[in-house]
């Protein structure tokens, strides 16, 4: 079965090189851990980042690209974001304002292009893995050309780990 997603579509058609990894199978609605993903991928957990959707008091939504194990700083997010305040969008909404179901969100090929801030921490990587915009299917790819098929900024987003 080849599996073609909008998200590589749009890598493809920029000329961007990407590598598709699958963690499959997967069962309806299973949530695999980043240990469970990172040992079926053979790819370290720390390379593997998640999408999150968030809306600032404007109005507006932005994607924060952040490990997959961190929690976002909303605050720090918002700061870089020019925002008085953000917060996390409702998953309900997800598919409707992103065109990606929970799971499966990927930073590349959304409906329409939002403001994107990926963690300062990609930047030491190799390589990190996104999710390809269909659950149980991954993209691995260099960071810079990530963020700059997004058009992202990258920052410090984290909440620190205490």
Same mark, same amino acid.
């Given at each position: 079965? =080849?599996?073609?997603?909008?998200?590589?579509?749009?890598?493809?058609?920029?000329?961007?090189?990407?590598?598709?990894?699958?963690?499959?199978?997967?069962?309806?609605?299973?949530?695999?851990?980043?240990?469970?993903? =990172?040992?079926?991928?053979?790819?370290?957990?720390?390379?593997?980042?998640?999408t999150?959707?968030?809306?600032?008091h404007?109005?507006?939504?932005c994607?924060?690209?952040?490990?997959?194990?961190?929690?976002?700083?909303?605050?720090?997010?918002?700061?870089?974001?020019?925002?008085?305040?953000?917060?996390?969008?409702?998953?309900r909404?997800?598919?409707?304002?992103?065109g990606?179901?929970?799971?499966? &969100?990927?930073?590349v090929?959304?409906?329409?292009?939002?403001?994107?801030?990926?963690?300062?921490?990609?930047?030491?990587?190799?390589?990190?893995?996104?999710?390809?915009?269909?659950?149980?299917?991954?993209?691995?790819?260099?960071?810079?050309?990530?963020i700059?098929?997004?058009?992202?900024?990258?920052?410090?987003? &984290?909440?620190?780990?205490?």
């Amino acid at each position: 079965m =080849s599996v073609k997603t909008n998200a590589m579509r749009q890598l493809d058609k920029a000329r961007i090189s990407y590598q598709m990894v699958d963690y499959l199978p997967l069962k309806e609605e299973e949530e695999l851990s980043y240990d469970e993903i =990172s040992a079926r991928t053979g790819v370290p957990k720390e390379n593997i980042y998640k999408t999150i959707l968030a809306v600032g008091h404007s109005g507006s939504y932005c994607v924060l690209v952040v490990p997959g194990e961190a929690s976002v700083d909303l605050k720090k997010a918002a700061k870089v974001l020019g925002e008085k305040s953000i917060e996390l969008a409702d998953v309900r909404d997800l598919e409707k304002i992103t065109g990606y179901v929970r799971g499966g &969100c990927s930073p590349v090929g959304m409906k329409k292009q939002f403001r994107t801030v990926i963690d300062q921490t990609a930047g030491t990587k190799e390589y990190i893995m996104v999710s390809a915009g269909k659950r149980g299917f991954q993209l691995r790819l260099v960071p810079n050309d990530l963020i700059s098929f997004v058009k992202g900024s990258v920052a410090d987003i &984290c909440a620190d780990m205490d």
